[in-house]
């Protein structure tokens, strides 16, 4: 289809978007804290223009289709041009190329081309513009350069790992410079991965640019939303999704900024040169990193919520629609019990990847999940199933217990038994949506709150620090077997059963008994696969305490506290309870000290560092101290 003359004046800089009834669609630039409404375009603007379908979420969980523009890939190459510092001539042969060499004008290019195209005997030969973002301080990646089809691969800077994204789902990520001398490779940071991609694939918008809009978050009665955008020159905001509750750091209605949703900043600035520093120093959380329980929650759980209780949800939101969804709800159970994959995770991935079970694959294939459902051929490529039903087993069976949750799975997917972002998870390979795992546990979270937060908390959630690669064993002892390892991912969740003690480890003899990954065999010596089917009382591994960081729920609302060390012997400084005297332990005593959350039974004996039967900042300043090598609790 031919852009009409009404796209062609937008020039794609205006985004049409609906986010649902009731929900406000906002203007926030990289500095503002009030925000203002603005009005929807006609979407008739689209109709006879270049477009693609969107799933647009709201606050509420509920998906609308909306017509989104499609990029004009000629427009985004003549902004190129313009702006060009330099020209390369590319030769291309298949899928690979050569430069053959640098102008410093389009005309010294041009004229270049039959002669090196002549030299190289390549099957083509074009034109590149080569521009220099060394001068923005402040600036933005800009992912939306390809039209929906095409995905952009890139290279995370501390792994090695590749991984790819699609800017149509998310537009904007965080420029920190150049990963190569010849600034080949720009440097940047979105959906939790640290990544260097292709500077042809991109472009470098400087923030402070009058049409320039960023992604952020906000808290709205109670809940923490991420608005996202999927173009990063104009006002509208694509999708809102619930990333849990409001913290105790945070105010209502101020603009947040957070590429990796763990720390966020008050201003875009702040942020960059934190990330540029590789620190958090100036985050509103510095010490208390924020994970959003339901993305960060291995699949190798149980929810408690009835098949009645999420079929009632499901009717909530597709009403008197037909869906695919429909009565789904013993067929998530039942095999969440066989299959070891948690049921209200599936229910948010099959909620999120079929509208609800009404999109086009669910209605004509049952394919609730998008089971091979690729951007360039999504309804060609999904695999199809006699029944909803099926859909759901085959998701259970081969795609998580026997996929994606196997350290030896072939095609390479394991990253994690969590949803995930681009850092850790499912996410690294099931979507090119920067923010599925996110968008997938908001369904989580939006059904969790409804009834009091049911499921939230439930667990206790430990993490891996980025870089280390730990053994999972057999044992509490490094001459176990090692049946696989956290292979130095970033923000790397376990799932935390018990304590015990074990090898001393760094002066840290706790271990933690945690449910196993992958499936094992009947004495649990080795991983299996083809097995499918999970024993949760028999599949258990167990890590050092030492490598561990238990993530804190300030808003568990249940009686009890889940990182309360009643199972060991109290450790002063520790509240924790982990093993060992971290900045979590002063963030606890912060907290108790400010009335956030109070300590109790053995957590808040071990906050009492000075013996005086009491929590106050003199306790706080000793674990503080202590960590920072002035003066030692023993």
Partial sequence: MKLSKAMKKMNLFLICVLLGAGMPIISVSASEDENTNADMPDQSLYTDGTYYEFPSMDAQGNITIVRLPEVDEAAIEQERMETATGFEVVAKSGNKERILGSYDSLEEAQNAIPRQSFRSNAASSEIRAVNDYSNIKYGVVDFRTKTSQYNTNYTETKTGFGGYLN?????????????????????????????????????????????????????????????????????????????????????????????????????????????????????????????????????????????????????????????????????????????????????????????????????????????????????????????????????????????????????????????????????????????????????????????????????????????????????????????????????????????????????????????????????????????????????YLYISAEYVNKVEYTNLDSEGDPNDPTDTEIKVGDPSGDGKITSMDYVLIKNHILKIKALTGNSAKAADVNGDGKITSMDYVLVKNHILGISEIK
Wanted: overall charge negative; glycine content about 10%.
């Fill in 167 to 539: 800017g149509s789902y998310g537009a904007d990520g965080a420029f920190l410079g150049y990963c190569s001398t010849d600034q080949s490779k720009v440097k940047f940071r979105m959906g939790g991965v640290e990544g260097c991609v292709s500077a042809s694939d991109v472009i470098v918008r400087d923030v402070d640019d009058t049409d320039v809009r960023v992604s952020f978050y906000r808290v709205e009665s109670g809940k923490l939303l991420h608005y996202v955008k999927t173009q990063v020159v104009g006002t509208y905001y694509a999708t809102v999704t619930n990333v849990g509750l409001k913290q105790s750091y945070m105010k209502d209605n101020v603009a947040y900024f957070s590429y990796d949703g763990h720390y966020f900043y008050e201003t875009y600035e702040q942020m960059i040169d934190d990330y540029k520093q590789d620190t958090f120093a100036h985050a509103i959380n510095a010490d208390q990193p924020y994970y959003n329980y339901f993305q960060f929650l291995s699949h190798r759980s149980k929810t408690d919520f009835t098949a009645a209780q999420l079929d009632a949800n499901t009717a909530a939101k597709v009403g008197s629609s037909s869906s695919k969804m429909s009565s789904l709800g013993s067929a998530f159970l039942s095999n969440q019990d066989k299959y070891g994959a948690n049921a209200l995770l599936m229910y948010g991935v099959a909620a999120n990847e079929s509208y609800w079970g009404m999109s086009n694959i669910a209605l004509n294939k049952n394919n609730i999940f998008g089971h091979n459902a690729t951007d360039f051929n999504p309804g060609g490529n999904a695999d199809s199933y006699a029944s909803p039903k099926d859909s759901v087993e085959h998701h259970a069976k081969v795609f998580i217990s026997d996929g994606y949750l196997d350290p030896k799975d072939v095609s390479g997917r394991y990253f994690g038994a969590h949803l995930g972002d681009k850092g850790s998870g499912m996410n690294v390979k099931y979507a090119s949506d920067p923010y599925w795992g996110e968008k997938a546990a908001a369904v989580a979270n939006n059904i969790s709150q409804s009834y009091q937060n049911k499921d939230f908390g439930k667990y206790t959630i430990g993490m891996i620090d980025k870089g280390n690669t730990v053994r999972i064993r057999k044992e509490a002892t490094t001459s176990s077997t090692a049946l696989y390892d956290t292979r130095g991912l970033g923000n790397y969740p376990i799932l935390i059963l018990a304590k015990t003690n074990g090898e001393n480890i760094n002066g840290n003899t706790m271990w933690y008994k945690i449910q196993s990954d992958p499936t094992l065999n009947s004495d649990r010596s080795a991983t299996t696969q083809g097995t499918y089917t999970y024993d949760y009382g028999n599949m």
